[in-house]
């Protein structure tokens, strides 16, 4: 097995076409072709996550948080990020990253903490928007299930909790071959009548490429007919945060209790109390705090993120409670989310969780 192979299945549940402008996910230290053994997951990547690495046997390491996120002018080891990327290149260890790609899509890091509260109803807090399509082909009658199953399958067609949706028209398509042409029906220089379907389905910008390479592939022609239309409406299953119910209401001091417990976290910092019992409840993982007001607008009693700012937690209005529960602790879940997507396609590979302490953040 090949760097490629690993994060191949990664991509295919969280693609990287939907990591933000700022970031820098994907592979960050080595070859696609290099070979791997084993991998271990982190949420960061640090000089003793290598050194781990090492002595695991593990000649990957795919993590959360980017390793390399701003310029590196120099490599002297001057500092731990240059000290981990020479300490990776010497020893033939590939680096990986899956950042806001796997903040942002369906069942991502938000999510998984929202299944740690066992929370039902789950919805993104804020959807995506500016990224969806309209993908639009036309095919002869009896090629159109074979062509739909393979856009499909690429990524095409889903619309909320509903998957393979498309709109179909019967009409007729109307076309003459060149001299330089292998027609898959008609004539060369005859003008053609075609009983054709139009299909029509949603795409996501991040898999576009991929569906459409799945439509070429799977058309009869040697000449596919498709237009691509922008459409406005935002993306119900991908976007920032979740928000979802809880099955029994708690008291606000109880619910920071369970949280504090279950995020491992070693305080909680909140805005003031409101005296409501806490029923529907949004989470961002990691900095989050610039959507408060989507929590508000959600119906929210308590929002989860961190790196609150002293100014932000006023923005409460007492509506609703802001916890701040920790950076790390906010986004630990990623591993979870690493683990289960890669030991479900490769079972009996070694993919191991580190052990290192990353969070550099520590409580008196």
């Known amino acids: 097995m090949v760097v490629k192979d690993i994060t191949s299945i990664i991509e295919e549940f969280a693609p990287l076409g939907y990591q933000e402008s700022y970031d820098n996910a994907g592979l960050l230290v080595g070859a696609t072709n290099n070979k791997v053994s084993g991998v271990l997951l982190s949420v960061d990547v640090t000089p003793e996550v290598i050194d781990e690495a090492l002595a695991r046997d593990a000649d990957l390491i795919v993590a959360h948080h980017p390793l390399i996120f701003?310029?590196?002018?120099?490599?002297?080891?001057?500092?731990?990020?240059?000290?981990?990327?020479?300490?990776?290149?010497?020893?033939?260890?590939?680096?990986?990253?899956?950042?806001?790609?796997?903040?942002?899509?369906?069942?991502?890091?938000?999510?998984?903490?929202?299944?740690?509260?066992?929370?039902?109803?789950?919805?993104?807090?804020?959807?995506?928007?500016?990224?969806?399509?309209?993908?639009?082909?036309?095919?002869?009658?009896?090629?159109?299930?074979?062509?739909?199953?393979?856009?499909?399958?690429?990524?095409?067609?889903?619309?909320?909790?509903?998957?393979?949706?498309?709109?179909?028209?019967?009409?007729?398509?109307?076309?003459?071959?060149g001299e330089n042409t292998s027609p898959f029906v008609g004539s060369k220089g005859e003008l053609h009548h075609e009983p054709e379907t139009k299909i029509e389905v949603v795409v996501p910008r991040p898999v576009l490429s991929k569906t459409i390479s799945a439509l070429l592939q799977s058309h009869p022609y040697e000449e596919v007919a498709y237009d691509i239309y922008p459409i406005e409406n935002a993306n119900p299953r991908a976007g920032l945060g979740v928000v979802g119910q809880l099955a029994k209401p708690q008291a606000e001091v109880d619910f920071l209790k369970r949280i504090k417990k279950m995020f491992r976290a070693g305080c909680i910092r909140h805005s003031p109390l409101t005296g409501k019992q806490i029923e529907r409840v949004a989470i961002c993982g990691g900095s989050g705090a610039e959507l408060i007001g989507q929590a508000k607008a959600a119906g929210a009693d308590i929002f989860i993120t961190a790196d609150v700012k002293y100014h932000q937690f006023f923005d409460a209005e007492g509506k609703l409670v802001v916890a701040d529960v920790g950076h790390f602790e906010s986004e630990q879940f990623a591993l979870d989310i690493f683990y289960e997507v890669l030991t479900k396609k490769i079972p009996n590979f070694a993919v191991l969780k580190s052990n290192v302490k990353t969070n550099p953040i520590n409580y008196l």
């Open 70 to 177: 701003k310029g590196l002018k120099r490599l002297t080891g001057s500092n731990p990020v240059e000290l981990s990327v020479i300490k990776a290149i010497k020893h033939g260890i590939s680096i990986y990253c899956a950042h806001t790609n796997l903040d942002s899509v369906w069942n991502g890091v938000s999510a998984a903490a929202a299944k740690v509260l066992d929370l039902t109803n789950i919805s993104v807090l804020a959807p995506a928007s500016n990224q969806l399509v309209k993908l639009v082909t036309f095919v002869p009658h009896e090629r159109v299930e074979q062509v739909r199953l393979a856009m499909f399958e690429a990524g095409a067609g889903q619309i909320g909790n509903y998957d393979q949706c498309s709109y179909n028209i019967q009409g007729m398509g109307t076309f003459r071959a």
